[in-house]
């Protein structure tokens, strides 16, 4: 069992709808992330958070450490924001680069 | 923006050819990073660099080897190309620890 979930795996939604993607994690971490893979395979950074919330235009990330388990909103969704979204953790005395990654919940957004 | 940048974007090779794949960033990052994704799968780190002359091999064995000679570049080299080396392949820096990771736009790589 890997030591960060995601889910959906798989998302589809209508444009304009409001999205949720849930992330839960298994270690005692020190930041988690969120990040966007476009289907040419490139990776941007959107979040990196250790408590609380954080907003960034339509997205929106939350992390509840208690509960080891996060979520990435976007609301008002559109076509592009088509992509892969991960959740990776940088667990306790764990390096920056050495993150826990979860495998991606794959988003459509349909016009 | 792409601050960071990794070459070629495709590669196929035959097996038992030696191959570098290129990774370059402008942003003066210490730390750099190399990660290796099956489709479909998580990232794995395989290596990683503090600076200058410091490499280290991450979780993930690898058979690959890199360098750091220069603080912008870290290339990723592999001496025999394996079919079981075909993967894509993701380089990033980050400018301290816990800071944001920046990506390259990745390698595919495809040993036939």
């Known amino acids: 069992k890997n030591e960060v979930e995601q889910s959906p795996q798989n998302l589809t939604a209508q444009e304009g709808e409001f999205i949720t993607i849930n992330c839960s994690y298994s270690v005692g971490i020190s930041a988690l992330h969120w990040l966007q893979q476009h289907p040419g395979g490139g990776i941007v950074s959107l979040f990196m958070l250790s408590s609380g919330k954080k907003k960034h235009g339509r997205l929106i990330a939350t992390i509840n450490i208690q509960e080891k388990h996060s979520s990435l909103h976007i609301t008002a969704s559109h076509p592009r924001d088509s992509a892969v979204y991960i959740c990776a953790v940088r667990s306790y005395g764990g390096s920056q680069g050495n993150l826990i990654f979860g495998k991606g919940t794959k988003l459509s957004v349909k016009p | 923006e792409a601050d960071i940048y990794q070459t070629p974007r495709y590669l196929v090779i035959g097996t038992g050819k030696k191959i570098t794949l290129e990774c370059s960033q402008t942003?003066?990052?210490?730390?750099m990073y190399w990660y290796q994704q099956d489709p479909g799968m998580e990232l794995h780190l395989i290596h990683y660099?503090?600076?200058?002359?410091?490499?280290e091999k991450g979780d993930l064995s690898s058979e690959s080897t890199v360098s750091r000679i220069r603080t912008e570049h870290f290339p990723l080299t592999l001496e025999s190309a394996r079919p079981s080396h075909t993967s894509q392949y993701l380089c990033?820096?980050?400018?301290?620890?816990?800071?944001?990771?920046?990506f390259g736009n990745g390698t595919r790589l495809t040993v036939t």
């Open positions: 990033a820096s980050s400018r301290v620890e816990g800071s944001p990771l920046h």
């Open positions: 942003m003066g990052h210490d730390k």
């Open positions: 660099s503090y600076g200058v002359n410091s490499t």
